[in-house]
């Protein structure tokens, strides 16, 4: 698994078809798929791959490798670990994370996109003992999201979703919201709440006040965005320290045919 990841990021960092632009700002050729931790009903388009990377603390690193395989549906696979950057030993995630969507409505001038996916990679450290991520994976959900003209473009988001991690005896279903405001052709302001109301009973680790994270996303060129997140500015996370946090988001995005 290690090998396959290694190859992959290679091939694409190598690729000489490149383009001018990333996800960030008004200029963006690709949509967003998720904005920070939550799903979006942004899709991949057929032909091309992606690659990001989240660096977080604790030295935790994911990798994920999404193909948009027809118009309207994608299919990736990511893997991680903690103390990836540091010292001492890693410690690899227990199993591959797995991501599927489908576009099942376009945006039109009234109505929102919708798609509906599943996504069994959550973030922070595993936490084998309830058998779940610090911060949930998503598990199966549906997200809507509309663009408006506002000083550039301003997109809100939207999602429920029900993840498969439930171990510490909270099974509810869970919410989220997001936004993403451009400034400028290749920067662009985002946001999201996540309730995390799956995450705040039984053996939960989050305390109830929600994941409020921001962050900031730059398109530099060539496909490839670089972006600096905030999360958990709410205080949520009851172990593995529990004030806000800072992390690494790069993306790189490719035709493959």
Known sequence: MKKFFLILLVSLAFSHQLFSQGTGGTNAKFEYRRLIDLPTAGILEKGFAGVTLDVMPLGVVITRIEVGVVDGFSFGISYGGRNIIGSGDIDWNKWPGVNV?????????LLPAIAIGFDSQG???YNRDLSRYQIKSPGFFVAASKNFELFGYLSVHG???YSMERDDADKDLNLGVGFEKTIGSKVSFIGEYDFAVNDNTGNALGKGNGYLNFGLRWSVG????LGLDLRDLLNNKRIDGNKADRGIFVEYVKSIF
Not at 101 to 109: H, K, L, N, Q, S
Not at 222 to 225: M, R
Request: zero cysteines; aromatic letters at 0%.
């Open 159 to 161: 999602v429920i979703n």
């Open 222 to 225: 060539d496909g490839l965005t």
């Open 101 to 109: 969507r489908a576009r099942i409505i376009d945006e039109t001038p």
């Open 123 to 125: 973030k922070g450290a």
